[in-house]
């Protein structure tokens, strides 16, 4: 008796689930995902160990760049539109003068009593503005505020 | 590959039905381009997306009119020139130079011996802001996490000067 040849199932994967996965984490990163703003002049961090997070919302961030310029700026279009004016209400960070910070800084508090400062120094800004910025925090009785830096790899 | 079948052929109960149909046509939908489309954007997501937030350090400083009188015993200064270079001393010794690299060991001896130690930085106003960060980073790795900031008036640099002619 000639032996019977078993028919050869095609093989076919069911590819549906994996799809649907793929879609989820689509979905899921696009609406997660964050560019970063665009900033108005490059910063080099300094390198630090410490661990601490910046918040996510509530910021104000002072910048420093590496030719001692200072900008303001504040995470929220309401209070830039109220203390830079409505016409730099979508710029993240506005070129300010040292003279304005004390003042600047008391109208963000204002609108928002919940912001949190932050000093973003470039590691090359020199140290005397650096400690003019923290006098006037100091005056206007910001006593707490971050530091930002890079992680140190070693 | 991925495909979608919405109306399969249904060859064999044809011959039950009575009335003659038309055969519907399977409709296939070849779905390959798509999710090889979903694919791209997926890694691009994933690739983009930055879960980290920078590492910032938090400082809390004392209101301005408040001042603690200090032993001379317990006061370690450290005083940072423009060229980034550091002296340190206690109390009213003269200053002494001494390597960034060797600061956090010599700095966790010290608060080691006398934990009551109260640390002043005294940077340069010319000096760069990299240098504050650092050493406030090595002070908080020697496990000093109180030290005061203060000014540079010149009389500390004279007496800088003095220690390095």
Not at chain 2, 65 to 76: G, H, K, M, Q, W
Request: net charge positive; aromatic share 6%.
């Amino acid at each position: 008796m000639p032996k019977i040849k078993k028919a050869r199932i095609a093989v076919k994967i069911d590819m549906t689930p994996m799809v649907d996965v793929a879609f989820l984490l689509l979905t899921f990163f696009m609406l997660t995902t964050q560019f970063r703003p665009p900033e108005e002049v490059q910063i080099v961090l300094p390198t630090s160990h410490s661990a601490y997070k910046l918040p996510e919302s509530d910021v104000m961030t002072i910048t420093i760049s590496k030719d001692n310029r200072l900008f303001l700026g504040v995470d929220n279009q309401y209070v830039r539109s109220k203390i830079f004016g409505p016409e730099n209400r979508l710029r993240p960070e506005v070129e300010i003068e040292i003279k304005q910070l004390g003042n600047l800084m008391m109208q963000a508090r204002m609108a928002n009593s919940k912001l949190r400062t932050v000093v973003k120094g470039d590691r090359d800004a020199e140290y005397g503005i650096v400690e003019d910025v923290m006098d006037i925090l100091q005056k206007a009785l910001i006593t707490k505020f971050n530091l930002v830096t890079d992680l140190a790899r070693d | 590959m991925a495909s979608v079948d919405t109306a399969a052929p249904r060859g064999h109960d044809k011959k039950k039905k009575k009335r003659r149909k038309m055969r519907r046509l399977g409709v296939r939908i070849d779905m390959t381009p798509m999710v090889d489309v979903a694919f791209l954007l997926l890694t691009f997501f994933i690739y983009t997306t930055t879960m980290s937030r920078p590492q910032t350090m938090e400082i809390n400083m004392p209101p301005r009119d408040v001042s603690v009188p200090v032993a001379e015993t317990n006061l370690l200064t450290l005083r940072v020139k423009e060229d980034g270079s550091i002296y340190w001393n206690m109390g009213f010794e003269k200053p002494e130079k001494i390597e960034f690299k060797g600061l956090r060991a010599f700095l966790a001896e010290k608060i080691g011996q006398n934990p009551k130690l109260i640390t002043l930085l005294k940077i340069d106003r010319k000096g760069k802001y990299t240098m504050m960060v650092d050493i406030m980073d090595e002070f908080t790795l020697a496990g000093i996490s109180r030290f005061s900031i203060a000014h540079m008036e010149d009389t500390d640099k004279k007496i800088l000067e003095k220690v390095s002619s």
